[in-house]
């Protein structure tokens, strides 16, 4: 290479690199390697959105002119063109980019993948914003958006009409349960949910119907599945649908089965793009190695630390092996982090460096050291959320908004002591990934029962649980009994009780008399029975209990969501004695009524740790971190699930912006039980130089055994109360305020009582503020100050 091409490349590459200056040295490798398999390794909070836009955009701004290593052909106007423009001085936009361009790539020879329609849709827009309408000719979308484009062209060769349709997994469960019917299964022993998962996982491994029956040819119940599956792919076909995890299995099997219909789309999709690489399947993988085989140009983003779903099929094994798949391919670390603290970035290095299965990277940041991780260990489950609490209104009194507030846990069931305290306070918040603990369809189920025990003429609740589970009593039936009571002016569980009297209703009367029956039963026994008695008594009697136990996973889980619903019986009991049934559901309509904002408000978000996955929040509260629950019990016995649950606590450390909280308690009630639990090993695997501990359970406890080792209290008739040895008699308290008066409260601020209704043993207070509108607060936790008008 002679001098004067050197110099037309050096200026090229100083072009090239001050259009991109913006970027670090690392994404800028990610950015100009295009040719060739690469992995980018992108660690938590590293910018691997921008990265995959700078790249797109490089691809069709410039080709491969960074690291092509010859000119091409140019003039000596354009050398000179091109040092100007390294040199720093204004030339004209349009003959520089023709002097530059090298290969330009089209933008429908690039396809992204993506695996959320809302990464797609930011990936567009950005495009959009930067490239104009090339970034709209850019294929850009999920796994299944692709594959439906290749199938609906293509799918004819499989003996589908291109005008399929798509079964969602209500329209599958109906299709299972035909087949469970027509093969003469029983239901109970093949739960419709637990087939259709192993069906899924089945196509996850793209194994036909055919394949999986020799495989598990030896294995009885594995038979009936294969059964079951070849039955379920027959009925889909004869009605021209697929469902989601067809999508993929059907293009794989498209591309595989016609080299020129897998040559054409190899041509088309020149580039491949795929970002949370870590997250694939079987499936998923092989569409991605076929699509690139003829070129492999094809770039990987993902993060190994951040593979948290192996629940639902994917398998870290693709992106820990993936330099072994694709040869040569170049490995780029991101590791610069524009998000947290060092302090949080210390501890998650620490973490998840106790993972074997992982190919290794330190983050890092110029953000500064930040504060210490707070270790905080309460004595239970309601210390631990009421510590929560305090921190978002001390938060929210030094500037911070509430949404800058995030909670997360490992299981659902755990948001409802949170959930509790928050309402307590007044502070409103949002569950993400999930529905709110009182508004799960089970427990407003279990709920509508003890509302009927409690008041039988309450209608909606009546019609809520008349028929569920299914026990003969139709819409029409219940159209009936409506009609009769609105006519005859009784409520429709009186009618009920009369059903024989009523020609109407005479052919249904055996099963509407069983349900009466056994409602009044439950009454009967209600005064007699403690609440959390009762409420298994309802589980077991209307055959709730059974019907979620034979619903697979999902029936687990909401059976878990009822333990905890147990919970707050048991909790609610032992606080409010005289309060009973009809105390509780009061109380519970108290969340409801407070809780019914508007999506747009700011609030405290509440979540599974799966569920926060590529979101961050300034403060961070990571609740529950006890052995047996994070990691899990059943993970303990397994290196691969232990090391899943570690990546899960990786994940939500590196949520964190600016403060994180690890909270622990020391005894825990949930799913109705109580446990004690050694704090997480997570918790000890951070490096104790970068904790702030407090342990209020070990506070609690030398303060019992100080009480324990005193003298015992003498008692003082005059004034009818004990008085410890050395003591004064204390000062009666309450509540300083009253209605009309002006308050202050940390979170809403400024605002006058407007009513105060006695409640158990508190007070509810109506308060509007100057701000933030009326809300209804209880005054223990409120910390309401009265302010001299």
């Not at 423009?85 to 003959?95: H, K, P």
């Not at 495009?127 to 090339?134: C, F, H, I, N, Y």
């Not at 079951?228 to 009605?239: G, N, P, R, S, W």
């Not at 961050?616 to 649950?645: H, R, W």
């Amino acid at each position: 290479m002679d001098v004067r091409e050197q110099q037309f490349i050096n200026a090229r590459k100083t072009i090239i690199e001050r259009a991109f200056g913006r970027m670090n040295p690392m994404q800028k490798q990610a950015v100009f390697h295009v040719n060739g398999p690469v992995l980018i390794l992108a660690g938590a909070g590293s910018g691997k959105t921008t990265v995959l836009i700078n790249r797109i955009a490089y691809l069709l701004h410039y080709g491969n002119a960074y690291e092509e290593t010859t000119p091409g052909s140019f003039t000596d106007e354009e050398l000179a063109l091109v040092k100007r423009a390294a040199d720093g001085e204004q030339v004209d936009a349009l003959s520089l980019d023709y002097a530059m361009h090298l290969r330009p790539v089209a933008p429908w020879n690039v396809l992204a993948i993506t695996f959320t329609n809302k990464a797609a849709n930011e990936l567009k827009e950005r495009l959009r914003a930067m490239l104009g309408e090339d970034g709209d000719r850019v294929n850009a979308g999920t796994f299944h958006y692709i594959c439906l484009r290749i199938l609906r062209r293509e799918i004819g060769a499989l003996g589908y009409s291109s005008n399929f349709t798509i079964y969602d997994t209500d329209d599958s469960l109906r299709v299972i349960k035909d087949c469970l019917s027509e093969l003469s299964l029983d239901e109970k022993m093949f739960p419709p949910k637990s087939m259709l998962t192993k069906i899924s996982r089945a196509k996850d491994s793209l194994l036909t119907p055919e394949a999986f029956l020799r495989e598990n040819e030896s294995d009885f119940k594995l038979r009936i599945v294969g059964n079951v599956y070849a039955l379920y792919q027959k009925k889909l076909k004869e009605a021209n649908a697929l469902d989601f995890d067809d999508i993929i299995c059907m293009t794989v099997r498209v591309l595989e089965a016609d080299e020129d219909v897998l040559s054409h789309y190899q041509n088309l999709y020149r580039y491949l793009m795929v970002d949370e690489y870590q997250d694939t399947n079987h499936a998923q993988y092989r569409l991605v190695s076929l699509l690139s085989g003829k070129y492999q140009n094809l770039c990987v983003v993902g993060d190994d630390d951040q593979s948290i779903y192996k629940f639902r099929g994917a398998t870290i094994e693709n992106i820990l092996s993936f330099e072994e798949e694709f040869g040569d391919a170049k490995v780029i670390r991101l590791e610069q982090n524009y998000r947290s603290t060092q302090t949080i970035l210390d501890a998650a290095n620490a973490l998840i460096a106790h993972n074997n299965a992982r190919k290794g990277k330190n983050l890092w940041t110029e953000n500064g050291q930040g504060r210490p991780v707070i270790s905080y260990r309460a004595v239970d489950e309601t210390g631990e959320a009421s510590y929560v609490v305090r921190q978002i209104e001390d938060s929210v009194a030094k500037g911070l908004k509430l949404s800058d507030n995030a909670v997360l846990y490992r299981t659902n069931a755990q948001s409802s002591a949170v959930e509790r305290q928050l309402v307590r306070a007044g502070i409103s918040y949002r569950i993400v990934g999930g529905t709110k603990f009182y508004d799960r369809k089970e427990i407003r189920d279990v709920l509508a029962y003890l509302r009927v025990i409690a008041n039988p003429s309450d209608t909606v609740r009546l019609k809520r649980i008349i028929n569920e589970p299914k026990r003969g009593i139709g819409d029409t039936t219940v159209s009936h009994v409506e009609e009769i009571a609105s006519r005859v002016g009784e409520s429709m569980f009186d009618v009920m009780k009369q059903a024989g009297s009523y020609a109407v209703l005479a052919k249904k009367s055996a099963p509407l008399d069983a349900f009466v029956s056994m409602i009044e039963q439950l009454r009967d026994c209600k005064e007699e029975m403690q609440l959390e008695e009762l409420l298994d008594a309802v589980m077991e009697q209307t055959g709730y209990g059974d019907m979620l136990a034979l619903q697979g996973r999902e029936g687990q889980t909401r059976l878990e969501n009822v333990a905890e619903l147990k919970s707050s019986l048991i909790k609610y009991e032992a606080e409010n004695p005289e309060g009973g049934l009809e105390g509780f559901l009061e109380e519970v309509s108290l969340f409801t009524d407070l809780d019914n904002l508007n999506e747009d408000e700011d609030r405290v978000i509440l979540m599974t740790m799966h569920s926060a996955k590529g979101l961050e929040f300034k403060q961070v509260y990571v609740i529950g971190m006890e052995e047996n629950l994070f990691p899990s019990y059943q993970s303990s016995t397994s290196d691969a699930d232990l090391e899943e649950e570690r990546r899960l606590a990786y994940v939500a450390v590196t949520r964190a912006k600016e403060r994180l909280f690890l909270l622990s308690a020391s005894q825990r009630m949930l799913f109705g039980h109580t446990s004690r639990n050694q704090p997480s090993r997570f918790l000890r695997e951070i490096p104790e130089n970068l904790l702030e501990q407090h342990d209020d359970a070990a506070r609690a406890f030398a303060s019992a055994m100080s009480r324990a080792s005193k003298p015992k209290p003498t008692y003082t008739p005059e004034i009818g109360r004990s008085v410890g040895v050395g003591e004064k008699p204390a000062q009666s308290g309450g509540i300083s305020y009253g209605v009309g008066d002006v308050v202050s409260h940390k979170v809403f601020g400024r605002g006058t009582v407007v009513s105060m209704t006695p409640m158990a043993n508190d007070t509810l207070v109506e308060v509007r503020f100057d701000t933030k509108g009326t809300k209804k607060i209880m005054a223990n936790f409120a910390k309401l100050t009265k302010i001299d008008a």
